[in-house]
């Protein structure tokens, strides 16, 4: 069988921020696993992952926390090849998509930051529409761009300043180690 035809950005490479979110089935092995698999997408390279954080869920009703963090990786994956990409790690991990938006999920993958495009079409709004009011997302960021500018919106650092982080926890390495060890079994 051919692999699908993947568009690849021949001229450049571009530095690309993705935030994982996960509260279902072991969220801190969803996170780290979906590192791994961000690190073998094809054309791509992990540059960069930040430390994971708790965080209680937005979302309607009653849910678990979530585990949070953001990746930084170089790609030749142009933007709406990568977003398949995404979405593909997201059903191989047990993501299930209905109709209401917010519901707990085994992994979530936002395309954050696609070099300094501004990307707005049907499938993809670049910078993420959401981010500058989530900290969850801010606050790794930061720990792994503490230079970084959003397009249209300023630097990350003033944008962590304009919402509250009280309610982020950050996962202690040890745990994050017994948890990638249990993953790699
Ligand atoms: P969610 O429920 O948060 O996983 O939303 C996924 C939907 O948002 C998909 O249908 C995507 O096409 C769309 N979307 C728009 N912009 C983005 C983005 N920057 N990153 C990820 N998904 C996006």
New binding site residues.
Partial sequence: MTAPAVRVDTTSASIVYIAIGSNLERPVQQVLQARDALAGLPETRLLGFSPLYRNPAVGPGQQPEYVNAVAAVRTRLAPHDL?DA?QAIEANQGRVRGPV?GLPRTL?????LYGDREINDQ????P??RMQQRAFVLKPLLDIAPDLDVPGLGSVTTLLCAVSEASLERIDESEAVTASREHAR
Avoid: Q
Wanted: aromatic share 0%; charged share 30%; proline share 7%.
């Fill in positions: 977003l995404l938006r979530d993958l936002d395309l954050l499938r993809l709004t670049v993420h529409p």
